[in-house]
């Protein structure tokens, strides 16, 4: 069965090391050419990642060496690995190609810098998340404390997501920002989020953030990090599932996918170790659901939540 996943950090953890990661069939990366392959994902978002401690100034310049390395060392080397730059690109796919999405995880990278924003949109990136988990100019992430939510250069930042069919991320943001961007947002997504009813979390949404994602559209892709699928123990697929159920019990089932965070976390729910093993999850959740749900979860829920120009 297809996959779509919504997160993953092949790109972050690719520049990090320079060019010394091939993604073809590098054993660092969970989400290399060939793992994607056997796991049979049909698209994989990349997400841009700056790290923390690079100077303000430079950020920018990094998110775009990223991007760099996604076109000659995943796209440029691999001719089945197609970018996909529109919503409708997704129907184009051939049954063995693999669409190829950036996202961005963090507007530090922008500053105050609108025009860098648009030069990322302008660039293929379809996705934006706000903040990592502290704070920036644009809103508070959840590791931080000053309460502030969602700024005014925030407000214009989603207003501008919405205007280009753009997905606004609130995976990584605070309470109070999430809400603020609930107001403004008509096409909300947490691309790599889970219950925190289950594991209490600050990544995690609250039932009442869950239900509002879903009344308005909005699309969860579940992660397979262990704090956030457990709290204490070894956190197992069946503990994932539990998420992805109560996620159904509240009206979810139509706005559920994956998420991973493949390289991007130093382990991962048991059984389900990279990308080559998605189908030992499909072939799990096939035990819990029925199959057109299951398919809803892989991939249709993702095609179906896509942003559309909405009258």
Request: aromatic share 10%; with cysteine.
């Amino acid at each position: 069965m297809k996959i779509i996943d919504t997160h993953c950090d092949a790109l972050s953890k690719m520049w990090r090391t320079k060019e010394t990661i091939e993604f073809y069939d590098s054993s660092h990366l969970k989400t290399n050419f060939n793992r994607l392959q056997i796991g049979q994902v049909s698209l994989q978002c990349f997400a841009i990642f700056v790290p923390q401690h690079i100077k303000k100034e430079d950020k920018f310049q990094v998110a775009l060496e990223q991007i760099k390395l996604f076109h000659t060392e995943i796209l440029a080397k691999h001719p089945r690995v197609k970018q996909v730059t529109s919503w409708n690109d997704l129907d184009n796919l051939k049954p063995n190609e693999i669409g190829g999405m950036l996202t961005l995880e963090g507007l530090d990278v922008i500053g105050n810098d609108l025009t860098k924003l648009i030069t990322l949109y302008d660039l293929g990136v379809m996705t934006i998340g706000l903040t990592w988990n502290g704070s920036n100019l644009c809103a508070d992430g959840v590791e931080e404390d000053r309460g502030i939510g969602l700024t005014k250069l925030g407000e214009q930042v989603v207003n501008l997501n919405n205007q280009h069919l753009v997905w606004t991320d609130v995976s990584h943001l605070s309470e109070k920002s999430f809400w603020d961007v609930m107001d403004v947002a008509r096409y909300p997504i947490a691309s790599h989020s889970n219950s925190k009813a289950l594991c209490d979390h600050p990544r995690n949404l609250t039932n009442q953030q869950a239900d509002t994602l879903f009344k308005n559209n909005g699309f969860v892709g579940v992660t397979f990090y262990p704090p956030y699928v457990k709290s204490e123990g070894v956190a197992t697929v069946e503990d994932l599932i539990g998420h992805i159920d109560h996620f159904c019990t509240l009206g979810g089932v139509k706005n559920i996918g994956f998420g991973s965070d493949f390289d991007g976390i130093e382990s991962s729910v048991t059984g389900l170790k990279d990308a080559s093993m998605y189908q030992n999850l499909i072939n799990k959740l096939l035990r819990y659901f029925k199959e057109e749900e299951v398919r809803g979860f892989a991939y249709r829920n993702f095609l179906k939540h896509r942003p559309t120009i909405r009258s």
